[in-house]
DNA sequence: TTGAAAGCGCTAACAG
DNA sequence: CTGTTAGCGCTTTCAA
């Protein structure tokens, strides 16, 4: 996994290299010479000694209606010609496409993300639809424009929609498909009450949660920070502190000053919290876990690698996003069946933190 | 920052949310209410009291062949009905889309991606152009669907083409823009002789270049081994060490054991790769830098909190993405004007580790 | 069991 | 200066 890694290329403007093979003037010959560009359904047609309707009849599911070799004529002549039908002209006729746009968050955009769109991708093509994705921060006006433009058909978010972006989708009348934010919450508090939990079967008593402070929207913290709550109060604890660490040592230090530590055990939002939070210590000298425990959550490679290494919980996105993509599939009436039960997706890392 | 961040909810497939507006079966009445949803050129052009074509005409950048109020009446009329072209109908029209294609490499897929691509819609946007996401290294099947139904203006992609993906591209007849692999090898050949012309600047004499070794395809890695060792000629040193890490602590371990430290400057990567050698050095308590020395490249935000903090170099994407789309819209015929230079993307950002 | 015809929304050529 | 017309590729009645 190559989660910190970033883009390492560059490039100026005269480095990129532009090619357009040249378009035949007319798509289809007598299947002349390789595989042809671009072949409507005419050709298709045409070429099975058919109409357009049945071609279009036999290709959208309903070959039953016709006599098998019928059928099958068809069938050999769409791949013979590689024909791929123009969403252009279905969408004109259907009024929406089959495209689904997918809402990348900006918050959170890490390397396994691609993991799970990639999976979705999947799952929709075998059913006829094809993932598209757009970052979710864009300006909203081009998301409308995408949308009255494209008229997929549907928009899936993986973070609750922004009511900018839930308006645009009402007005354009578009399927949309979000978690609520009250299960979100509910979700992300799971995390929290694992963390809380495990730092209390560990023997501490004294919980903190440390927030990720970052200048863009994060809609995770809070409920995490309440499962942390919440279980320190099931366990009669004292009210938990809660702080806020910027991704740098200067805010990791002033967090750990005012955590009165040592002594606490600390919950971050994430392992680069986590990290920050050890490098902190170490600065000032705290030896961990005697004077400061933590417990991270997301399992990235760094934190496996920190010495002493970071306890942690693990997020199957995989698994996670197999639900998600059942919830989709439903939504757009492709019966698809419901997993049986929800997969673990959480899963505890040992470390030495804690 | 939050390039480690990873995603972190969690849902079961009845946890979705579903809203769909009802479409109104007519589209526009006289304003009545509201905006209206999915209005239509001719709704536009009865609101205006015109022809379609007028409004086509004056919409797509031909104002000036009519009378001003003409052209004023009909911005109003598309304002006043929240017209947005539909792209099934132009692009049937047309012959390809306004829709451009990004293809997401899944090597590298850092928190910084989404500013490239934030700043790439923005640029395209302003040009009629929509930019939409695919993850490259998905089947190549899918991207032939998406190609051939979608007729996207261009298809672009961060890193070079893989055969398939080139093969698709042509056989659509699509224009396809990507860095030759050439110029792209200069420049990542650029990385590494920053590297290697740093770490001499600083005394050292015994170079080496580790590479991060990952089941991703690593397009970069090369370059930048060969930008060191050429440096490292340049200057008559020995032969520059190569080795291989994986992100953990055992294969930094071994990496380091066979690198002949103490004394020995690594070039890494990244700063994954920087990292995990600091903390295997520490296991192996080598004093960093003296018996050690790491320069890293990314300049992640954990590079930063390391103890001591990571001598590094930064690559400035957005920089970078400009020339980028600058040289994507030349291809499109979107007459940009040729950014002047070529702004300078690479930046040494000091630490303590050299 | 299959085909003919209409029309989705748009733009380009041409006519007035 | 503006409108009429044709047709992009597809699917869906409806008729044969």
């Known amino acids: 996994m190559t989660a910190l890694s970033r883009v390492n290329a560059h490039w100026t403007t005269s480095d990129y290299h532009v090619s357009r093979r040249g ?37 959208n599911g309903y070959a039953d209606r016709f006599a098998p070799e019928t059928a ?12 791929e039908p123009s969403a252009a002209g279905r969408t004109l006729r259907r009024g929406s496409s089959d495209f689904v746009v997918a809402l990348l968050p900006h918050t959170t955009f890490g390397g396994h993300l691609q993991d799970l769109f990639e999976q979705m991708s999947v799952a929709l093509a075998d059913h006829g639809y ?18 009255a ?4 058909a549907a928009v899936w978010s993986f973070a609750p929609f922004t009511d900018d972006e839930r308006a645009v989708l009402d007005r354009r009348g578009v399927l949309a498909i979000d978690p609520p934010s ?8 799971a995390i929290g009450q694992l963390q809380a939990r495990t730092l209390i079967e560990h023997g501490y008593r004294r919980l903190a949660f440390a ?32 702080t806020n660490v910027a991704l740098d040592l200067d805010s990791a230090v002033r967090a750990l000053d005012g955590l009165s530590a040592p002594g606490v055990a600390v919950a971050a939002y994430n392992d680069d919290v986590a990290m920050a939070l050890l490098s902190a210590a170490r600065l000032r000298e705290l030896e961990v876990p005697r004077d400061l425990a933590v417990i991270g959550m997301d399992r990235t490679d760094l934190s496996r690698i920190a ?45 030495e933190t804690i």
Chains 1, 2 share one sequence.
């Open 23 to 59: 378009i035949p003037a007319v798509s289809v010959k007598w299947d002349g010479e390789g595989s042809e560009v671009n072949a409507t359904s005419a050709d298709v047609a045409r070429h099975a000694g058919v109409s357009r309707a049945t071609v279009s009849q036999v290709l």
């Open 182 to 189: 009250v299960t979100q919450v509910d979700h992300n508090r």
């Open 211 to 242: 927030h990720l402070q970052d200048e863009r929207h994060d809609p995770f913290g809070f409920a995490r920070e309440d499962g942390v709550r919440e279980v320190a109060r099931q366990h009669g604890l004292d009210e938990i502190d809660v």
């Open 72 to 83: 099958a004529k068809v069938y050999a002549s769409a791949e013979e010609l590689g024909y």
């Open 149 to 152: 433009g494209m008229k997929p």
């Open 130 to 147: 094809t993932l598209v994705l757009r970052i979710a921060g864009a300006a909203t006006a081009t998301l409308d424009r995408l949308v």
């Open 307 to 351: 010495v002493p290494r970071l306890t942690t919980i693990e997020y199957d996105i995989v698994a996670a996003s197999e639900a998600g993509t059942a919830s989709l599939l439903q939504a757009l009436g492709a019966g698809a069946p419901q997993p049986a039960a929800a997969p673990a997706v959480l899963h505890l890392i040992e470390g």
